[in-house]
């Protein structure tokens, strides 16, 4: 057996142990009336499922740098410096595919992102002179709102959702 798949089981093993002790613990996948609106859960839920297909997807050696350019995407800004965020950028840092910036809310506090990447905000957007094919959005819980609020700014690069990449590969 290949180093890597070994440990790329193992490591689905073990997200996929956590996440049934974390639905165990916290009751995730049981949901009464006054839980069905906590969106938290919700917000771990979906977050939970992406890393679990992300895995699956690895495990199948398919990589999101091949998916972005069979759709002719050299180029991406990454929306979100949160854990997906960070996982999307080190799958894409030694690939074909060039992360130009990151685009965060906090983008003020955070001042540069990995690797010392620049990181904008979304009033930002507009004067960003490294264009990029597509942003990819990766606080996938948040994805409408995101985008409503890119699209606002005026922003005309496309969007994609880093849950609709994954599911779609």
Request: charged share 25%; with cysteine.
């Amino acid at each position: 057996m290949k180093k890597g798949k070994f440990f790329g089981g193992l490591l689905t093993g073990v997200t996929l142990a956590g996440g049934v002790a974390a639905i165990a613990k916290y009751g995730l996948g049981k949901k009464s009336t006054a839980e069905k609106g906590n969106s938290k859960t919700a917000r771990l839920n979906s977050y939970y499922t992406v890393l679990s297909q992300w895995l699956i997807n690895r495990n199948e050696e398919k990589d999101i740098s091949a998916y972005l350019k069979k759709d002719n995407i050299s180029s991406v800004a990454i929306y979100g410096m949160g854990t997906l965020g960070e996982l999307l950028y080190q799958e894409l840092k030694e690939s074909e595919v060039k992360v130009s910036y990151f685009v965060d809310k906090k983008a003020k506090e955070l001042c540069y992102g990995l690797d010392d990447l620049p990181i904008v905000g979304i009033d930002e957007l507009s004067g960003c002179t490294d264009r990029v094919d597509v942003i990819i959005i990766t606080p996938v819980f948040d994805y409408d709102a995101v985008a409503e609020g890119i699209e606002a700014a005026g922003v005309d690069i496309p969007l994609k959702s880093l849950e609709d990449i994954i599911f779609d590969m």
